[in-house]
């Protein structure tokens, strides 16, 4: 018994280190978005402070958050709806098919950091004149989340039985009438996964925005940089435009973690 009460109890510090340690720095953020500079540098005022919303009014109003988070909506919807309808049936097509070698590539795709197209894109881009549009920003964002949508998907549809498309191919089916009846109400949990992590992929995209948006276009991961000056800081406004960022992604990771789980390790064993 002592030795099963002992790792049950270094398990249980051994968890709360962790969590302590990953949910630190946000309950730090989130607190100095509620402060002022000044208060910021101060370490007396790091629990014991006057908490105030003049961050959030300077980021909602003043900055054009507002703006900045349509921009970050719009271009994470429709790079999510776009990579949806191109990956789900290639990947239908990889998996029923064993197009291995077509997978490789998906795969080789999905490993290659993103950061390395950047140049050959912003060359294609502004020699098309696309710069600076929501159309740049949509396709490069769909360029990077497919394979990824491709990858999920192949995984859950190798899970499903094939003996039910077979069975509708005998009753007369096509092989798309039995994806579209009978294979894809099954795979909404996995497209549902594979669309929840291609949100927050786009959502909390940086660098592409970054280099292929203009100021009209904007997305919240780049204008949180309007408050990095080069003689200062605007540590209160950084905090809270971070926050704002961060908490709408935290909420949704929250509510749907067990159908990512769920959907993630559904390919894990196939029948």
Known sequence: MRPRTAYQVFRGVALTVVVLGLIAPLIWMVAASFKTNVDIYDPGKALAFVPTLANYANVLQQANYVEFIVNSLWVAFAA????????VPAAYSMSRFNMRKSALVVLMARVIPGVSLLVPWFYVFSNL???????????????????????????????????????????????????????????VP????????????????????????????????????????????????????????????????????KYVVSGLTAGATKG
């Open 129 to 187: 004149k696309l710069v600076g549009g929501f159309g740049v920003l949509i396709i490069s964002h769909m360029f990077v989340s497919l394979p990824l949508v491709v990858y999920i998907m192949m995984g859950y549809f190798d899970s499903l039985p094939e003996e039910l498309e077979e069975a509708a191919l005998v009753d007369g089916l096509t092989h798309v009438g039995a994806f579209r009846r009978i294979t894809l109400p099954l795979s």
């Open 190 to 257: 996995g497209i549902a996964t594979a669309g929840i992590l291609s949100f927050i992929f786009s959502w909390n995209n940086f660098m592409f925005a970054l280099v292929l948006s203009d100021a009209d276009t904007k997305t919240l991961p780049v204008a949180i940089f309007d408050f990095v000056g080069y003689a200062s800081i605007d540590w209160g406004g950084l905090m809270a435009a971070t926050t704002v960022v961060t908490l709408p992604i935290m909420v949704i990771a929250l509510f749907v973690q």
């Open 80 to 87: 999510t709806v776009l990579s949806l309808i191109l990956g």
